[in-house]
């Protein structure tokens, strides 16, 4: 069950992941549609999400969130069964360095209704009212054209590529580096 409201915009609302998340987090691991495209090749079973789990959410330096459908009644506290939807994960990870990284994914049966960028937005906007840093970065897969469109939409700048960084459905693939910096994003809320 996902825990308090972080963040909230128009239509998903970023909230806390909470140690009884690990089922729904578990989906990016398993599932051949979200897994490629973040190049997880590599599927693991709950008890290994749940390892994994208990070191990255009691990690200071990671910022990771469930992407939340909320009903109207929906509390900003720990929400009551039914009353939220996940349907995703956002996090930054290294918050204390100076360019965290940004790592997304929606279920499938939400892509392609702005979700993502919206939840993505939300994330980069807390990043820079919350850390002392001057840019932020994300990296995709060559073939991930909806993550490369969502990250260039939101001012992401390709700032280099990583030739045959991962080997994925049989052949070598191009890992995109993408950059942000905080006057670019301030710039772009202003205009």
């Known amino acids: ?22 089922p729904f987090v578990q989906r990016g691991y398993t599932n051949p549609e979200i897994r490629y495209p973040l190049g997880n090749l590599r599927h693991k079973n709950l008890s290994q999400i749940e390892a994994q789990f208990e070191n990255f959410i009691e990690n200071p330096s990671h910022a990771q969130f469930l992407v939340c459908l909320d009903a109207e009644d929906a509390g900003p506290g720990h929400p009551d069964d039914g009353d939220v ?36 937005a939300l994330v980069v906007n807390h990043v820079f009212q919350s850390y002392d840093t001057p840019s932020i970065s994300a990296a995709t897969l060559d073939f991930n054209e909806a993550s490369r469109s969502l ?25 995109i580096e993408y950059g942000l910096l905080r006057e670019e994003w301030h710039e772009r809320d202003e205009s």
């Open 151 to 175: 990250l260039e939409s939101l001012g992401f700048t390709e700032e280099g590529r990583l030739r045959k960084a991962r080997f994925i459905g049989g052949e070598y693939r191009d890992s």
């Open 1 to 22: 069950m996902p825990g308090a409201i972080i963040e909230r915009g128009d239509r998903v609302t970023l909230r806390t992941v909470e140690r009884d998340d690990a």
């Open 85 to 120: 939807t996940p349907i995703g994960a956002v996090a930054a990870t290294d918050t204390d360095q100076v360019r965290p990284e940004l790592a997304y994914w929606l279920v499938p049966e939400y892509h392609g209704d702005g979700y993502g960028s919206e939840a993505v």
